[in-house]
């Protein structure tokens, strides 16, 4: 079976940092992605991983461990446009995108 | 940046009538898929298209789903017969999945309203 898991609901403060993790069990592993969805709107790529280890673009950083089936999406210096929806993807062996239920962050003053 | 684009925006249909979503991918891509999301829920895969046939489809996709690349741009999904609970945001992709760029692309999506 093909399972991703991420936490419903986060709430931060603006200019903080929040870790969304997302764990996965998924038939075969071609790459982890994460997409911001605002409500209403398409899903926009933010982060891909492929291999272990920490990606950093800007105010976004993406952390995978393949063993663990674990990865986490880092946002810092959080601003208010930051609300949104975040998906954990994986591109498995079917060439497809499995993703999860998204967490919904909303960013406080 | 390339954009993939799909029409309509919003489709409003009565239960049982055939709907037909449009889409065009980026030109240079080779993976096409469409997506479904029911309002505030989780964006589930329907179907998956590579060299002008289905790879891969979810049990969603069933017997009312169809899937046509009728010419070299446009990658339509048909519903034969709409139910209530095909209602849901549309979402088609498309990935050039080459070593370089593995993201898939999202059109703005086709929000069907069955009644």
């Known amino acids: 079976g093909q399972n991703i898991d991420q936490p419903t609901e986060m709430t931060a403060t603006e200019g903080a940092i929040v870790q969304i993790n997302c764990t996965y069990q998924?038939?075969?592993?071609?790459?982890l992605f994460w997409y911001q969805q605002h409500a209403g709107e398409a899903p926009t790529f933010l982060s891909y991983?492929?291999?272990?280890g920490l990606e950093e673009k800007g105010r976004f950083s993406s952390f995978l461990s393949r063993s663990k089936g674990y990865s986490y999406l880092l946002l810092k210096e959080l601003q208010m446009k930051d609300s949104a929806s975040y998906l954990c993807a994986v591109l498995n062996y079917g060439q497809n995108f499995v993703f999860g239920p998204g967490t919904r962050l909303s960013v406080l003053p | 940046e390339p954009e993939v684009t799909q029409t309509p925006s919003h489709q409003v249909t009565q239960m049982g009538q055939e709907v037909i979503l449009r889409c065009v991918p980026i030109?240079?891509?080779?993976?096409f898929y469409w997506y479904r999301q029911i309002l505030g829920q989780k964006v589930e895969f329907l179907v998956s298209?590579?060299?002008?046939?289905?790879?891969?489809k979810s049990e969603i996709f069933d017997d009312q789903f169809s899937v046509e690349r009728p010419d070299g741009s446009n990658f339509t999904l048909k519903i034969r017969s709409t139910k209530l609970e095909d209602s849901a945001m549309y979402f088609c992709?498309?990935?050039?999945?080459?070593?370089?760029?593995?993201?898939?692309?999202f059109g703005s999506g086709t929000q069907l309203s069955v009644l």
């Open positions: 992709a498309s990935s050039a999945r080459d070593a370089t760029n593995e993201k898939l692309f």
């Open positions: 998924t038939s075969g592993f071609n790459g």
């Open positions: 298209f590579y060299n002008n046939e289905i790879s891969e």
């Open positions: 030109s240079n891509h080779l993976y």
């Open positions: 991983n492929v291999l272990d």
